[in-house]
């Protein structure tokens, strides 16, 4: 039976792409929402699920922050896709006669230059890959996508200009759930995610930090947001590089829980190379 992973968006959408990139011999499962995508993992109808996490241009992703920890699901697996926007239009169409472009609103100022030296329109969709069908869908020639490559793949379009986005480095950082944890060391360098409460005592963040400091653990992301609706009761997420049997994270680790109301793992998992090697 083949294996299923769940995705936000429709086919086509980038979450697509990083599910092709991270698992492509498993069906791509499209979720409406983050919740129903989460909970395709939970209720069995997919075996894993990919969700974003941040993006280069616009941080982080605030929703995925807030499930996660209380999603039941681990972290396995990190894949890096790169936004390459597309303005596809129908078969035969040329970018002359192109004079709107449908996309995401966080798309579209993403192409402004490309869009004002042509002239074209930008038409606000929920989805990248929803403005792709519809381009199909509707036939006219005047009326173009902004989305992937596999969304014209897809959706029979033709690509009218690729690579339009603004700034090339422009990524998304997608993180991949499954229901049981994964912590075996499967490469030489592993990321441990993890998040954490601080105890109410007077700089209790900073001596929280100590351990990581002078164990000598890389810390790649430290973001607080509040939990509960309430001012007081911050969070904090983390990304460290290393596995939760090396010592100097372990000794890391255990200083951490001195200073802290809670401590919860969230996965140990490979570092994927393109997170050395983005450009």
Known sequence: MTKRIAFQGELGAYGHQACVTVRPDHEPVPCVTFDDTIAAVQSGAADLCVVPVENTTYGRVADIHRLLPESGLNIIAETFVKVEINLLGVPGSTLDQVTHAKGHAVILPQCGTFLREYGIS??????????????????DPTVAALASSLAGEIYQLDTLASRIEDHHNNTTRFLLLAPEPD??????????????QVRNIPAALYKAMGGFATNAINMTK???????GHFTATQFYSDVEGHPDDKSLRLALEELGFFTSMVK????????????NRD
Not at 122 to 139: I, K, Q, T
């Open 183 to 196: 912590m075996s060391r499967r490469a030489d360098k592993m990321m441990t995610t993890f998040v954490f």
């Open 122 to 139: 930008g038409v606000v969709s929920s989805d990248n890959a929803r403005a792709a069908r519809e381009v199909a869908e509707a036939g």
């Open 265 to 276: 793992v969230l996965g140990t998992y490979p570092a994927d190379p393109e997170r050395d």
């Open 222 to 228: 430290l973001e607080s947001y509040m939990v509960g």
